[in-house]
């Protein structure tokens, strides 16, 4: 196996976990259930690709694609916070949704129910192993960046304290919906750019694409224990277990289902403490009534 | 009626009614996007549902595998918990009842094999959602994680066992059933011709009445509810939360894994990979547009089953894809006006007087 | 209104001046034309028991809270109706009962939060570590400023409370509870700062329902009671047993002493006192010990006994180990050690549901949230606990439940009666009812009678008490817990006060006054009680 070709293809395998997983962990921290990652990852990968067929500039792309986690992080925003809906049902709703109106446009744009047309992406040359893409650096940074904010900033100070004791925050002049409504708007658009890395990275965008990444993303948040830097290195892991599955694949030794299996199984374990607890933000969930 | 009863009624019945009228304005976008008149696609939405035999068979079929699902999260949710494990415990049910019926003899009349394959099932999906039960119970683990993470568990699994040693060449799915296969609707009434609605449906409606009987009539079901209200008042009541809680889980999964063998014995005849189809997830939308009551279940089944039908009917002038927004704008919807609308209710309503 | 409020002479000394403040929650009015004035430059205490809306009160206050009505100023300006920020600004620091710390982060970054210091946009944590450290040399309230507050013990806990408002450059401090949690070292370090404080010009406004402290710290006292100011005292012309009259003063003419004192005496032939019956005793506890929710010995090795045809009253402060006792009883709280007989029967080991079928009724000391499941039926709750009695093969026998509600709503004069309405729709005092009649209303030896009167109306009271009354009269074995002395005293044939865990002392209900109990109560005087 060339050591090469299995980080270049392992990096391009993270990347979208890196995006979602960030996304994931900064909503979570300030209490916010981040289930719909999945659906937010779907929705920038759609919109990344409407804005750079359009305008045939993948920037434009990036950005069209931001704007549409956006949107549907404020949806799942105002739905948990202004009107208190269950966080859980909201996050399986915006899937669902994301689903629906990817398809539905995707037939309006471009009359296919399976994929867009050809779109520029980045870079590309083979001699650059994907480093020549800017999402890639802005992937490996997000959890860097994300970390630094969330323990180097005041207002991450903010998210911390909302997220596990929203009164003691609200008892010295914090604005809880205020914090969380912008912790859950910059989720929507890093886990968008998940999806947008996929779209120009695979230069289309195909039905469904996201394939269950952003709930491997939901699993490095809790196997990652609400850090950044964890989560990161979560994506990471899971990426190089898959990336390990597709170069060894042929060998029977151990079923690619097994591989699949592992993000998932690590994270219940976590749960229920087997190693060491998994101990989510302590007002995590509780927005409604 | 008496006032309760109102209340009660009132507190269910209006936000899935908010949420239709939301849905209906935003399929009127959608269709409206698409140059077409919003009056057409929905009289053909109809038509094509409950307005010919064969579209209707096709609700029926549909509406019975999401009748198991939403009794399954709302048995859940009676009791204080969230499984959104319906998917993969649908799967394991069918899988089980599959193998059941492999390995039955032909010679098994159906009136043996098919209860056999449908404990199979049961069984199946007992032991999926009994994991997160006992995983809850035992450690304190989040039943809404656990499940999720184990709907890719399970599924892998049984995709790896199909894969390996199960599957007709060329496809994803296993041999047919030998025995226990359930007889189409068409056998009885002929107009059905085609669509794949079968005796299932009887399962299902049975399933619906004993739910009922057992969360309002029981003991159990009283204590169940007690624990899903209020759990400290419960314990107070001598109640074993915790036992509650798994019991709750590992029926819940026997129901959504009871719904496998809509498709495995009364359809296809076989496990193909992927059969659940979202079902499991849909669930949750027809257990929280049905509130939670079997009699809404099986309301919210035929409606969230007329939609996903009515796409094929309207395909040729919208994409079909339009009614899974409209899914995802009627789950929001609701879930977000329950609260709202419980709360501005409880506002309205002053304490009766002593 | 029973009081009304000593206006002070000079308007311009007063650092809080609240009149006329409504505020309620749901169906509970939590604070009905209450008043508070406080000078500055005073230990002002805010007495009452709980419930009586002194929280309420600290909550609009401090902005957490709009009041309904009513008008609020501080020095001078008014600030009616004002938020959190602004009330943090206008240098008003709540210390509440809850701590509202964050437990995952240090004390640093717990007292500079939302004022953070920066430094070009980041958090300037070593310069948060530096301020902290230096406020809390300048203050002499000890903390370690890069310690998590998950590590911390409480009375570290509310020391950084305290600098947290202080940080914010708080000019009037309000504790609520302070010293609930403190062991008395760290209560004399506290007063300690309060003075200090206090002599640098700065008010305190000190909420609690320990008398010995008021007595001890404050200048002045206000005396709440039902949501509403009652009295207005200073501190230095009042005893605590003034101040206990004025919190649990009530105008319910049955519990007087006189009529107690008829209610009672013939019912045992003048042995009042005594235990009535001589002989095996309905409930046995054993040297009985009971860990609270912070690993604390919240009931510390009791043994008492309650005998058929005995209300056995437990007085004291709340949060004494009452309720741990109660729950320890109920079988509804895991033990450390002891022993539980009920009618020589061990039931130490058993659960709930056994504790039930060996005699034991329990009405709990909150009906809300555990008493009643308030979206079931009246016919429902009144089957709580007893569903297995009312079911024939699991399924619920409906024709007997309906029996059941109606025989009940009848003998417990319920109203509405209406067996089919949610419990929540019910007032305070009916829904009580319920709880009593499915308690009282069925075969048992023992009852746990915790708080049995709580937020209900005047005439339930009086339903209430005569129906334990009755109780005993049959034979019963009645263990009762309440907050309102002159209840015990009223109903009682035996009074245990209890403080810290243990029974002060256990007197016949004829040789205990009000003003007995109360030093008793705030542990002033203690006799070891076998």
Redesign the interface.
């Given at each position: 196996m060339n050591p090469i070709s299995f980080l270049t293809q392992m990096l391009r395998i993270a990347i979208p976990y890196l995006f979602a997983a960030s996304g994931g962990v900064i909503a979570e921290r300030a209490g916010i259930i981040s289930l719909e990652l999945e659906g937010l990852m779907l929705t920038g990968a759609f919109s990344a690709t409407l804005g750079a067929h359009y305008s045939g500039s993948p920037w434009i792309g990036v950005l069209a694609g931001i704007g549409g986690g956006l949107v549907f992080g404020l949806i799942h925003a105002v739905a948990t916070i202004r009107y208190r809906a269950d966080q859980v049902v909201v996050g399986i709703a915006i899937n669902l949704l994301a689903i629906g109106v990817t398809r539905f446009f995707l037939k309006l744009a471009f009359q296919s129910s399976s994929n867009s047309p050809r779109i520029n992406g980045f870079g590309g040359s083979a001699a650059a192993h994907g480093l020549d893409n800017p999402l890639v650096w802005m992937g490996l940074l997000s959890a860097p960046v994300l970390a630094f904010f969330l323990y180097k900033t005041p207002f991450g100070l903010r998210v911390r304290a909302v997220g596990e004791h929203p009164d003691a925050a609200a008892s010295v002049g914090i604005s809880v919906p205020k914090v969380r409504y912008i912790a859950v708007a910059v989720s929507g658009m890093l886990a968008a750019l998940g999806g947008v890395f996929l779209a120009l990275d695979q230069h289309q965008f195909t039905d469904q694409m996201t394939s269950g990444r952003g709930f491997i993303a939901v699993a490095a948040v809790i196997f990652g224990r609400w850090d950044p830097i964890k989560a990161a290195l979560a994506c990471l892991f899971f990426a190089a277990a898959e990336t390990l599955q597709i170069q060894l694949q042929g060998n029977q030794l151990i079923p690619s289902q097994f591989i699949e299996m592992i993000p998932y199984l690590l994270t219940i374990i976590a749960l229920a403490g087997v190693v060491g607890r998994a101990v989510p933000p302590a007002a995590l969930g509780k927005t409604g009534e | 009626m008496n006032p309760r009863r109102k209340e009660q009624l009132e507190e269910a019945l209006f936000p899935p009614f908010v949420a239709l009228l939301v849905a209906l304005i935003c399929g009127d976008l959608l269709i409206m996007s698409y140059g077409q008149s919003p009056a057409t696609v929905y009289r053909l939405l109809l038509e094509g549902t409950w307005g010919n035999a064969y579209g209707f068979g096709q609700v029926l079929y549909k509406a019975t595998t999401l009748t198991f699902t939403g009794l399954a999260v709302s048995l859940g949710i009676r009791a204080g918990l969230f499984n959104v494990g319906a998917e993969s415990q649908l799967a394991a049910g069918g899988f089980l009842a599959a193998l059941v019926g492999l390995g039955l003899s032909p010679a098994i009349p159906g009136i043996v094999a098919v209860p056999l394959c449908l404990i199979a099932a049961a069984a199946g999906g007992g032991i999926v959602g009994a994991i997160p039960g006992w995983l809850k119970v035992r450690f304190g683990a989040h039943e809404v994680i656990v499940t999720i993470m184990l709907n890719f568990v399970v599924l892998a699994l049984l995709n790896w066992i199909v894969a390996a040693h199960l599957h007709v060449p060329e496809t994803l799915h296993t041999p047919e059933i030998r025995a226990g296969a359930m007889p189409r609707l068409e056998s009885v009434i002929s107009s059905f011709h085609g669509s794949a609605a079968n005796f299932t449906i009887l399962i299902a409606l049975l399933t619906a009445v004993a739910g009922w009987f057992y969360l309002f009539k029981s003991r159990r079901g009283f204590d169940l509810r007690a624990v899903g209200l209020q759990p400290d008042a419960a314990e107070y009541g001598g109640i074993n939360v915790r036992g509650v809680w798994l019991r709750a889980m590992t029926v819940s999964g026997m129901i959504a894994g009871v719904g496998g063998i809509n498709y495995v014995l009364g359809y296809k005849h076989y496990y193909e990979e992927g059969f659940a189809g979202g079902s499991g997830f849909l669930g949750i939308a027809v257990a929280l547009v049905g509130r939670n009551h079997p009699v809404g279940v099986v309301l919210a089944a035929l409606f969230f089953a007329t939609l996903s039908q009515g796409g094929l009917a309207i395909h040729a002038f919208v994409p079909k894809q339009m009614v899974e927004v409209l899914q995802g704008v009627v789950i929001l919807a609701v879930a977000m006006s329950v609260p709202e609308v419980r709360a501005v209710l409880r506002r309205a309503r002053k304490p009766v007087a002593a | 209104m029973t009081g009304s409020p000593v206006t002070t002479g000079n308007r311009d000394n007063l650092a809080i001046s609240m009149e006329g403040i409504d505020k309620t929650f749901g169906?509970v009015r939590a604070n009905r034309g209450a008043s508070l004035q406080v000078r500055k430059g005073e230990i002002h205490a805010l007495v009452g028991e709980n419930g009586a809306g002194k929280s309420t009160l600290m909550k609009i206050l401090?902005g957490?809270e709009p009041a309904d009505a009513g008008k609020m100023e501080v020095n001078g300006t008014d600030v009616t109706g004002w938020?959190?920020?602004q009330a943090?600004q206008a240098g008003i620091g709540?210390v509440?009962q809850h701590?509202?710390?964050?437990?995952?982060?240090t004390v640093a970054?717990?007292i500079v939060?939302?004022?953070?210091p920066?430094s070009g946009?980041?958090?300037d944590?070593d310069k948060a570590v530096e301020d902290v450290t230096r406020l809390s040399t300048d203050t002499g309230l000890a903390v370690s400023a890069d310690r998590k507050i998950a590590d911390l013990s409480v009375g570290e806990a509310q020391r950084v409370e305290i600098l947290?408002t202080l940080y914010?450059g708080a000019r009037i401090l309000v504790l609520d509870e302070p010293t609930a949690v403190l062991s008395p070292p760290e209560v004399k370090e506290l007063w300690t700062v309060l003075r200090k404080m206090r002599d640098n010009g700065d008010t305190i406004v000190l909420i609690t329902h320990r008398l010995d402290e008021v007595i001890e710290i404050s200048d002045t006292i206000t005396v709440m009671r039902q949501g509403q100011t009652v009295d207005r005292i200073t501190t230095a012309d009042t005893t605590p047993s003034e101040i206990a009259k004025a919190m649990v003063g009530r105008e319910v003419a049955l519990s007087s002493r006189e009529e107690a004192g008829i209610l009672t005496t013939p019912a045992h032939g003048g042995s009042n006192g005594a235990a009535p019956a001589q002989g095996p005793a309905a409930l046995t506890v054993t040297d009985l010990t009971v860990l609270g929710s912070r690993k604390t010995r919240e009931v510390d090795g009791l043994s008492f006994s309650v005998q058929p045809g005995e209300i056995l009253g437990i007085a004291g402060v709340e949060g004494n180990g009452q309720t741990e006792l109660i729950e320890a009883l109920?079988g509804?709280r895991p033990i450390l050690s002891g022993n539980i007989k009920i009618d020589g029967n061990d039931v130490t080991f058993d659960?709930?549901?056994e504790r039930?079928d060996a005699g034991l009724s329990?009405i709990?000391e909150d009906r809300h949230?555990?008493?009643?499941?308030?979206?079931?039926?009246i016919s429902?709750n009144l089957v709580?606990?007893l569903?297995?009695d009312f079911?024939k093969n699991?399924?619920?026998d409906?024709d007997r439940i309906g029996q059941n509600a109606r025989t009940q709503i009848k003998a417990f004069d319920i109203?509405?009666p209406?067996a089919?309405?949610?419990a929540r729709?019910?007032?305070g005092?009916?829904q009580q009812k319920v709880v009593i009649a499915r308690e009282m209303g069925r075969e048992f030896t023992v009852l746990l009678a915790s708080q049995p009167t709580r937020g209900v109306?005047v005439g339930a009271i009086e339903f209430i008490h005569s129906r334990l009354r009755e109780a005993r009269a049959a034979g019963k074995a009645i263990l009762l817990v309440s907050a309102e002395l002159n209840e015990v005293l009223a109903l009682s044939d035996r009074v245990a006060v209890m403080y810290r865990g243990k029974f002060a002392t256990v007197v016949p209900a004829s040789e205990a006054s009000e003003e007995s109990l109360g030093e008793y109560m705030i542990g002033t005087r203690k006799e070891s009680v076998a």
């Open positions: - | - | 169906s401090g957490l938020n959190t920020r943090i709540v509440h701590f509202m710390l964050v437990p995952t982060l970054e717990n939060l939302g004022m953070e920066r946009g980041r958090f944590y947290k914010r109920a509804l659960d709930v549901r039930r329990h709990p949230r555990r008493g009643l499941i308030l979206d079931y039926s429902d709580l606990g569903q297995s079911s699991g399924i619920l409906a109203r509405p209406s089919e309405l949610p729709s019910l007032s005092g009916n109306d």
